[in-house]
């Protein structure tokens, strides 16, 4: 009943910038922490930031300096500003939750991924 949807993927050049949403719904009773992953081409899913519920936010080093993680907890959203971009941060970009269903059980919930392209 719960699920993430995202949105503002696509072609950038290098240097430049893209804003990803996603958008969490359905029953839930509060949201813990909210991530981003990434995967590119014959890779691992890797952790590229995370944001605690409290806003507290940590990134990986690739990314560090780069990329911003934010959150609107009334509009249950998660947000991933990504500047001066590199050819490699090309990949799939998922978001992720950790969710407290109104069962009150603990879920974790994966947006279907979102494709960044950077490249000339």
């Known amino acids: 009943q719960v699920q993430l949807v995202e949105s503002g993927g696509g072609l950038v050049q290098p240097g430049g910038s893209l804003r990803l949403s996603c958008a969490a719904s359905?029953?839930?009773?509060?949201?813990?922490?909210m991530r981003w992953y990434r995967q590119a081409p014959g890779k691992e899913r890797d952790l590229v930031a995370e944001i605690t519920s409290g806003g507290s936010a940590n990134y990986a080093d690739s990314v560090k300096g780069r990329f911003t993680i934010s959150r609107d907890n009334a509009k249950n959203t998660v947000y991933l500003q990504m500047n001066s971009l590199k050819p490699e941060d090309t990949a799939v970009y998922y978001c992720?939750?950790?969710?407290?269903?109104?069962?009150?059980?603990?879920?974790?919930?994966w947006g279907q991924g979102t494709l960044v392209t950077v490249s000339s």
């Open positions: 992720n939750a950790r969710i407290l269903h109104y069962s009150r059980r603990y879920l974790e919930v």
């Open positions: 359905g029953s839930i009773f509060s949201i813990d922490a």
